[in-house]
Every structure is written in C-alpha cells, then in structure tokens.
C-alpha cells in the first residue's frame, strides 16, 4: 500500500475543525471536503444522510469527536451521542449508499494489565467512559455491514497542539510527567497519509483490515517521550524544561487513564512497508513547535 498516491477522489471529513481534520486537509488537499460541527453536526442522523446525499463522496472519514476524557465525564449523555452512537448511525448511511467509511477510534480502548502491545485481535478493556463509548462506536460500526475500516489511533503529535507542544507553551522551568504510562505516540502528519492511502484504496474498492492499529512505536512511557523530544532540543541548541518523573496518581487528574494502552501496529506496518517510529518525528516535532514559540 502506497502513502500519497495521487488521484481525484473526494473525501468527506467530520470534525473538520479538529486537529486531525485539520492535518487531512493540510495533506489531501483538495481531495477532502472537511466539514466543522457547524457545518455538520454527526450527531444530527438526518443531517448526516443530507449531508452524504448531498455531497456524494467516494470515502467518509469520521475525525469528529468530544476527544477530552474530562469533557465526556462532564457531560455524559452529550458524549454518548457523539462518540458512541454518531459512528453507529454514519457507518448504517454509508453502508446503505455504498460509501466507504473509515472511523477514528483510540488506544484508550484499552486499558487491563497487560505486558506486550495490544493487537486488533485483542478484546477491549476501557477504564474511562470516553474508551467505553469509543468501544461501544466499535461494536456499532462493524455491526453495520458495508465497506468500513475502524483505524485506532494514538497520542497524536506534530501539529504544534500536542501534548510536548502544551508543555512548552506553559514555559515552566519544571514539567511534571507520568512514568507509569505507556502508550504508542503518533505523528500525525505521516498518519494522515496512511488514512488517505487507506481512504483511495477503499474507493477503489481493494479489500483493506476493518480494524487496524495505526499508531507510532516503539512503546514508550509518556516521560520517556517527552524526555527525547526535550534532549533534541537541547541537541539543537535550545532549551527545554526540566523533566520531574511521576507516577500518574500523583497527577491529580479526575478521570483514569489505562496504565498501558500501546498499540501493535505491525499489521499497519506490514500493508505500508515500515512502521511509523515516532522518534524521528519527536525529535522534528519539537524543534518545529519551540521555533515557532519563540518567534
Ligand atoms: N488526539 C489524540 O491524541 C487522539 C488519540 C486517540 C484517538 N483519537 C481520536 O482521533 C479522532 C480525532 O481526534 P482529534 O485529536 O482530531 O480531536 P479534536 O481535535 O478534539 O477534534 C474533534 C472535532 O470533533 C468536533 N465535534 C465534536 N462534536 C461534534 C459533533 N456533534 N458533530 C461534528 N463534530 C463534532 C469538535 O468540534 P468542536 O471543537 O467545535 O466541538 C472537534 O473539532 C477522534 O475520534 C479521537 O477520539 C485522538
């Protein structure tokens, strides 16, 4: 499977103004049609059919979502028509026109001990609401039938809105950082190809996996992450906060986030050639956002 191939297929997109709606437009171009919670609200069924009818697009990508764990505790039932049952009613409006749908699901699935990267094959385990609606959306599109991929997807970085990017922003001497957990970092420029590759293989109706890890590796803590984006900093010559290691208990967040949500992406790795290491774009990620806060 090729990343970027050219061709003129239309993609419509939800959530446009999220982030990785954003970076889809940024790499699809013209190919994509992304449309805000304004333009299109998922959870509106009615509006989404109008929507697909209206349009006719070649592939359907769902990035809409309420993403914050704390804002899906905060409003629950808001959260559960958005992330749970909007995918359900999409994949049914695609399935029924004969549209490819490829849904965004997450790591935080996940969430038992466990002690290797989780595979596609692996039943889920979420520990917070927001991964218990993400699972029930799961469950809900591959019940719907038709040409679909659920691409799980993780800790999404490199758009200068990620989580290294909000602790240079802070500009605090001292970061404080969870040790104890472990996840699959993902670059999100590099990502959003492999879903538009995904998205031209699906309109040309080549079979591809209906769930697939598309997410960095190696498996690292979220320290450790944070840790080697810092030093290229420093390696640039720039500076970078001091780096605290903390258990996350001692983070004081409201809502619990698995120990260890890693992804295998070795089924991903093997359909695009190579893995996605999130080390080379940790390093260009960084020195890109701390550039752009200084200037
Ligand atoms: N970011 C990560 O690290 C990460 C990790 C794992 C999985 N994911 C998944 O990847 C996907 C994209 O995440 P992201 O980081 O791009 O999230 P994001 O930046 O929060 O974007 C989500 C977008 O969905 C929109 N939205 C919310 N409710 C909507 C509705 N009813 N109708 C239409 N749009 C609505 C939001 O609009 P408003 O802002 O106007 O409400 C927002 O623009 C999501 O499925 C998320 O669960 C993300």
């Known amino acids: 499977m090729t990343e970027g191939r050219p061709s003129d297929i239309r993609i ?29 609200d998922i959870s509106d069924a009615f509006a989404f059919q109008a929507a697909l009818a209206r349009l006719q697009p070649d592939v359907v990508i769902n990035a809409a979502a309420i993403s914050a764990l704390e804002a899906c505790e905060r409003a629950p039932e808001r959260a559960h028509a958005v992330n749970a049952l909007a995918p359900g009613h999409i994949a049914h409006a695609c399935s029924e026109a004969g549209t490819p749908f490829i849904h965004l699901s997450t790591d935080y699935v996940f969430g038992a001990p466990t002690d290797r990267p989780w595979r596609e094959t692996d039943p889920v385990s979420p520990v917070n609401l927001y991964g218990e609606l993400k699972a029930d959306a799961e469950r809900q599109v591959l019940a719907a039938g038709g040409d679909i991929c659920i691409a799980r997807v993780a800790w999404l970085f490199g758009d200068g809105k990620d989580f290294i990017a909000h602790l240079l922003r802070t500009q605090d001497d001292v970061v404080r950082v969870a ?10 420029f590099p990502l959003a190809e492999r879903l538009l590759s995904l998205a031209e293989h699906m309109a040309a109706k080549e079979t591809v996996p209906r769930l697939l890890h598309l997410a960095g590796s190696p498996a690292v803590s979220r320290a450790d992450w944070v840790a080697t984006a810092f030093d290229a900093l420093r390696r640039a010559g720039r500076r ?10 001692d983070l004081g967040s409201s809502v619990i986030r698995p120990h260890y949500s890693a992804l295998d992406s070795s089924l991903a790795a093997g359909l695009f050639g190579r893995e996605l290491d999130w080390r080379i774009s940790a390093m260009q990620a960084a020195t890109f956002t701390d550039r752009r806060l200084s200037e």
């Open 12 to 40: 419509l997109v939800s959530g446009g103004s999220g982030r990785l709606a954003s970076v889809l437009s940024l790499v699809g171009g013209d190919r994509v049609q992304a449309l805000s919670r304004a333009e299109l």
């Open 240 to 249: 970078a906060p001091e780096l605290v290691r903390v258990p996350m208990s």
């Open 179 to 188: 040790s104890d957990q472990i996840g699959s970092p993902t670059p999100i």
